[in-house]
Nanobody, 123 residues
Framework: VQLQASGGGLVQAGGSLRLSCATS????????MGWFRQAPGKERAFVAA????????YYADSVKGRFTISRDNAKRTVWLRMNSLKPEDTAVYYC?????????????????WGQGTLVTVSS
């Protein structure tokens, strides 16, 4: 499956953005999907994940209550709505697809990755 993330940009603290991850290739609905981010000089970190059916969602503690992950299997797309953005949310955001077991919050659990989209939050 191919993943294409978009929607990043520059936003002031307290603002909102919605990231999109469009997919193509193999059946989208079989994959659990996740969002990760990587800030300069830091390792890639888990942000949010959603099960293949959309029935279960998972969030990093740092984004709970501010970010919402959702998906539409008919549109083969997953979104990350980000509200109340903070400067520490600045990072390149990656979407990823998981076709097997493993923890939702582990980079190594994911089989496919998009190219990333940059989110910059100014103070």
């Amino acid at each position: 499956v191919q993943l294409q993330a978009s929607g990043g940009g520059l936003v002031q603290a307290g603002g909102s953005l919605r990231l999109s991850c469009a997919t193509s290739g193999r059946t989208f609905s079989r994959y659990d999907m996740g969002w990760f981010r990587q800030a300069p000089g830091k390792e890639r970190a888990f942000v949010a994940a959603i099960s293949w059916s959309g029935g279960s969602t998972y969030y990093a503690d740092s984004v709970k209550g501010r970010f919402t992950i959702s998906r539409d299997n008919a549109k083969r797309t997953v979104w990350l709505r980000m509200n109340s953005l903070k400067p520490e949310d600045t990072a390149v955001y990656y979407c990823a697809a998981k076709d097997s077991g493993g923890s939702y919050d582990m980079v190594g659990s994911y089989d496919y990755w998009g190219q990333g989209t940059l989110v910059t939050v100014s103070s």
